[in-house]
């Protein structure tokens, strides 16, 4: 098997010795194994698209859901399996699947797993794995410092909540969906996977097998509304009608605001912006889990 590794090494405090071990760990497996170390920002993608003409077995992403992302938008559209080695800071979509973070048990996945293709979503023709956000988490997203980031993980990511919370101003955003549904949200998030920033469920009913996107839509247009919906979510308590509607479209178009953008954890823009669901562009190597 002939695989190709994208992996950063900066991706969480022990990465390069994670990354020297999952290379270890295929080769004990029977695996040539060309590794590219990424650098800088679209290394990851220019190195998977480079990928998709070179005779490779399976593309294999070593880092967290920013390097996971970009290869995604490098080898989409592709026949090439995709797997992931969870490195990162977060790891939502290995939580989400329950790809394992044991670099051993990730790379046997790897050799010996099976593919299935997947939903990605797609804004403005971004492609993403996990979900797209618009408003305030967005604006988190925006603002947070990448050298905090790496210093302190998620911890980056709540200073980063606090300073946005009271600096942003909420905005009424319009949801127009493919049937011409409309409604009006302060805050959007679309979602092929129920977790959200860690093991925070938004919503329960997203699927990467299904040919649609959850779309959660935010209601409270103050502050406070705000953070006691951020609350309960934190909390795992449910939300109400007026906190929150929950949705499923293949099409989304939100306008609106000025408002950020972000998409898998990476700031994209501002409003406006179509999201749509696209299945079947790419294979994945996940794990078989209880009811699939």
Do not use: H, W
Not at 52 to 57: K, P, S
Not at 148 to 154: A, N, P, S, V
Not at 199 to 222: D, I, P, Q
């Amino acid at each position: 098997m002939k695989i190709k590794l994208i992996a950063n090494p900066i991706a969480g405090g022990s990465a390069q010795n994670q990354i020297a071990r999952a290379v270890t760990c295929l080769q004990q497996r029977g695996a040539i194994v060309d590794l590219t170390l990424t650098g800088a920002r679209g290394d990851a993608q220019r190195a998977a698209a480079a990928a998709r003409t070179v005779g490779f077995d399976r593309v294999c992403a070593a880092g967290g859901d920013g390097t996971l992302n970009e290869v995604i938008n490098g080898l989409a559209p592709s026949d090439i399996p995709l797997c992931f080695i969870p490195l990162g800071t977060t790891n939502v979509f290995a939580l989400e699947t329950g790809i394992p973070f044991e670099v051993e048990r990730a790379c046997n996945l790897v050799i010996d797993g099976g593919p299935r293709r997947v939903c990605l979503g797609q804004a403005d023709g971004q492609r993403f794995l996990l979900m797209a956000g618009i408003g305030l988490d967005a604006e988190v997203v925006r603002g947070v410092n990448l050298r905090l980031k790496r210093q302190l993980g998620k911890a980056a990511y709540v200073l980063g909540g606090l300073i946005s919370l009271f600096r942003y101003r909420p905005r009424p955003l319009e949801v127009v969906t493919e049937s011409g549904l409309r409604r009006q949200a302060y805050g959007v998030i679309i979602s092929n996977c129920r977790l959200y920033g860690g093991r925070f469920v938004v919503s329960a009913g997203a699927s990467l097998f299904e040919n649609t996107l959850s779309v959660c839509l935010l209601r409270s247009g103050s502050r406070l509304g705000m953070l006691r919906t951020i609350g309960k979510i934190a909390a795992a308590r449910p939300l109400c009608s007026k906190e929150a509607i929950q949705l499923q479209a293949r099409e989304i178009v939100v306008t609106g605001g000025p408002a950020p953008v972000q998409v898998d954890g990476d700031y994209l823009g501002e409003l406006p912006c179509v999201f749509r669901a696209v299945f079947g562009e790419l294979r994945m190597v996940l794990p078989v889990r209880g009811g699939e």
